[in-house]
C-alpha cells in the first residue's frame, strides 16, 4: 500500500533524479496530460495539488489500482501516467504492459516507496520510463514529468546505482565461467526460463503451461541453482550469452 504524501520533500535537488535520453529544452504547445494512480487518496490529493501550481501539467485524473488505470488510461489517453507499484486489485508492473496496450502513446512513471531491484527491472519490462523513489522532492515530481514527456529516462539515483552494480557483478560472473560448460537445463525447465525472459510473472506461466505457481517458482529456483544465478534477470542475459536460449 503506497505511503502518505509526507516523504516527498519540498525544493531542493542534491541527490537529483538520473535522466537518459534526449534533453528536455524544447517547449511544449500543449499541457502534458498526467493521470495519477496510487491507492493511497491522500497521496493523489497531494500529488495533485504540486502539479496544479505547473502551468505546463494537467492532471486529467486519478486512479486507485492498477485495474482503474487501465480503464482511465484507455478513456483518458493521457501523456503521463504517474503509478505507484504496489497496489490492490492490480498492481502497478501488471498495469503498465495492459495500459501500454490501450494506450500506447502514454509513457509510465513509476512513484514508490519499493527500492527493489526486482521491482524496478520487471517495470522496465512491462515497458515503464521511468522508476522514481518517493523520497524525492515535489519539485523533482514536475521535472521528471518533463522530461519522460519529452524522450528521457528517469531513475531514482539509488536505484540507478543498484542496477548499475548488478550489471558489472553479473558481467564479471558471465567472464569467470565462460569456460564452463553450460548445465543442462531440461525442456520444461527451457520452457520456463523463456517464458520468464518474455517477461512473465509466475502465476501468467503457471497459466500457460497448465501447471500449478509452485512448480513454475520450484522450476525457476532449480534453474537458478543450475547455473549458479541468483536473479532471474541475471538467468535470462546468462542464457541468451551462453546461447542456451534464443530470444526472437
Do not use: W
Amino acid at each position: 500500500m503506497a505511503d502518505s504524501f509526507g516523504p516527498m520533500r519540498d525544493g531542493g535537488a542534491d541527490d537529483g533524479v538520473v535522466g537518459m535520453g534526449p534533453d528536455a529544452d524544447t517547449p511544449r504547445k500543449e499541457p502534458i496530460r498526467v493521470l495519477v494512480v496510487d491507492d493511497h487518496a491522500l497521496f493523489r490529493r497531494g500529488l495533485e495539488i504540486v502539479l496544479a501550481a505547473e502551468e505546463d501539467i494537467q492532471v486529467v485524473g486519478e486512479a486507485g489500482d492498477g485495474a482503474e488505470a487501465v480503464e482511465k488510461a484507455a478513456d483518458l489517453l493521457p501523456d503521463i501516467v504517474l503509478m505507484d507499484v504496489r497496489m490492490p486489485k492490480r498492481g502497478g508492473i501488471e498495469a503498465c504492459t495492459s495500459i501500454k496496450e490501450v494506450a500506447p502513446s502514454a509513457k509510465i512513471i513509476m512513484l514508490t516507496i519499493s527500492d527493489e531491484e526486482a521491482d524496478l527491472y520487471d517495470a522496465i519490462k512491462a515497458g515503464a520510463t521511468g522508476y522514481l523513489l518517493k523520497e524525492i522532492s515535489t519539485d523533482e515530481v514536475a521535472t521528471a514529468i518533463r522530461a519522460v514527456a519529452d524522450g528521457q529516462s528517469q531513475i531514482s539515483p539509488s536505484m540507478a546505482s543498484k542496477l548499475l552494480t548488478e550489471f558489472k557483478s553479473m558481467i564479471q560472473r558471465t567472464d569467470e565461467r565462460r569456460l564452463v560448460p553450460a548445465p543442462r537445463l531440461t525442456d520444461r525447465e527451457l520452457e520456463v526460463l523463456k517464458l520468464v525472459a518474455t517477461g512473465m510473472n509466475n502465476r501468467d506461466i503457471a497459466k500457460e503451461l497448465f501447471i500449478s505457481e509452485n512448480t513454475v517458482k520450484n522450476h525457476v529456483r532449480n534453474i537458478l541453482e543450475k547455473l549458479q544465478l541468483h536473479s532471474r534477470m541475471e538467468a535470462v542475459v546468462y542464457a541468451m550469452r551462453e546461447k542456451i536460449l534464443e530470444i526472437r
